[in-house]
C-alpha cells in the first residue's frame, strides 16, 4: 500500500483525484468544512492587518501587535490544515479506490 501516492501523482492526475474525491458525500461535507477554515483565516488577516496599522501608525501599542502576529500566525496554521487535509483525504481516496491507469508503453 503505498502511502504517498497523491504526492506523486502528475497535476491533472491531482486534480482529476480531487474533483472525484468531492464528488462523494464525505468529500462535500468536507468541503464546507474546508472554506470555513478559509473564510476564518482570511477574516484573521484582515483583523491582524487592521491591529497592525492601528498598532503602528495610530497609537504604538505593543498588545495590538502582538496580537496581529498571533493572528498571522493562527491564519497561517488553519490555511497549511486545509492543505494538510486535502492531501491526506485525497492520498486515501487514491489508495482505496484505485482507478486503473492508462499506460502509453509502445509494442515492440
Not at 29 to 52: K, M, Q, T
Not at 70 to 94: E, S
Amino acid at each position: 500500500m503505498e502511502k504517498n501516492k497523491y504526492q506523486r501523482a502528475s497535476k491533472n492526475t491531482k486534480k482529476e483525484i480531487r474533483m472525484e474525491f468531492f464528488q462523494t458525500d464525505f468529500g462535500k461535507s468536507l468541503n464546507v468544512r474546508l472554506i470555513r477554515l478559509v473564510i476564518f483565516s482570511i477574516l484573521l488577516i484582515g483583523f491582524a492587518i487592521y491591529f497592525l496599522i492601528d498598532g503602528i501608525f495610530i497609537e504604538y501599542s505593543l498588545s495590538e501587535i502582538i496580537s496581529a502576529v498571533f493572528f498571522i500566525i493562527f491564519a497561517i496554521i488553519f490555511l497549511w490544515g486545509r492543505h494538510y487535509i486535502i492531501v491526506k483525504n485525497c492520498n486515501n481516496y487514491m489508495i482505496n479506490n484505485p482507478k486503473k491507469e492508462k499506460t502509453n508503453k509502445k509494442k515492440k
